[in-house]
């Protein structure tokens, strides 16, 4: 019987080991193309009044419900998601993904702005908590919304 129980409480831990993969492979090759082309690349700021921003200095234009659309009739906001793996994180199956986001000028179709984010979820030992994540750059400094604060700049702030 302690056999048996042994063998049960190991062949969560196999199976993980087992699957293919690994949470710190994923985790080395998203830092590796992390460090490739990674974070947020500026071409053109483009300086604007005070009324196309928000009270937390924010554009107010910016509705990311409206796809390419999503800045208005002057900008396209072009989304592209590359799976290398995918898998169900929620299931702690190992998902690992390349998000690019592109900020391109309507009348001329120049790139004002990109960035690229590199991702992995999951991957962890099978059981009741929450699957974990990495990401690099961080999202907080290379996703949509640093993409945004870094080309679109009110023309009325101080040191500017």
């Keep these: ?3 048996l129980i042994t063998l049960l409480l190991l062949l969560p831990l196999t199976t993980a080991c087992a699957s293919d993969p690994g949470k710190a492979e994923l985790d ?4 590796r193309l992390c460090a490739i082309d990674g974070g947020v690349k500026v071409y053109e700021t483009v300086k604007l009044p005070a009324d196309k921003f928000n009270q937390w200095g924010q554009i107010n234009f910016y509705k990311p419900t ?12 072009k989304r592209d998601m590359h799976w290398y793996v ?11 993904l390349r998000a690019s986001y592109k900020i391109v000028r ?8 990109e960035t690229v984010i590199y991702g992995r979820g999951g991957g962890d030992l099978p059981g009741p908590w929450y699957p974990s994540s990495f990401s690099c ?13 870094a080309v679109f700049i009110d023309s009325n702030m101080k040191g500017e």
Excluded: C, S, W
């Design 66 to 77: 409206q796809g390419e659309n999503a800045l208005g009739p002057d900008y396209v906001f």
């Design 1 to 3: 019987m302690k056999t």
């Design 28 to 31: 080395a090759k998203v830092k």
């Design 106 to 113: 309507r009348f001329d179709g120049k790139i004002l702005a």
């Design 86 to 96: 995918k898998g169900d994180p929620y299931t702690h199956e190992a998902t690992m």
């Design 137 to 149: 750059p961080e999202i907080n400094v290379a996703g949509p919304n640093a993409l945004l604060r």
